[in-house]
């Protein structure tokens, strides 16, 4: 159970606003290794603690306004 990888999206601002389901910060990993990773700009943050990346996540998907580019993911 532990190894399952979590994969998990929250849709940010930016896609909130523009109904984009693509603009997504991503949560990934198992263990103790778990990241998040914007779509829209790239931006990535790491955590060992599953409720926490979840958090900076959600946190971040709430406040960036950044846009995949067209035919890009
Ligand atoms: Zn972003």
Redesign the pocket.
Same mark, same amino acid.
């Given at each position: 159970m532990s190894n399952t990888p979590v994969s998990v999206r929250y849709l940010?601002l930016?896609g909130r606003a523009l109904a984009d389901a693509r603009?997504t910060?991503d949560v990934t990993g198992s263990g103790t290794s778990f990241t998040y990773r %914007? #779509?829209? %700009?790239? =931006?990535t943050g790491r955590h060992s603690y599953e409720p926490n990346i979840h958090k900076d996540a959600q946190d971040? =998907?709430a =406040? %960036? #306004? =950044?846009l995949p580019r067209p035919g890009k993911s």
């Open positions: 940010t930016a603009s910060v %914007c #779509r829209g %700009c790239k =931006a971040y =998907a =406040a %960036c #306004r =950044a």
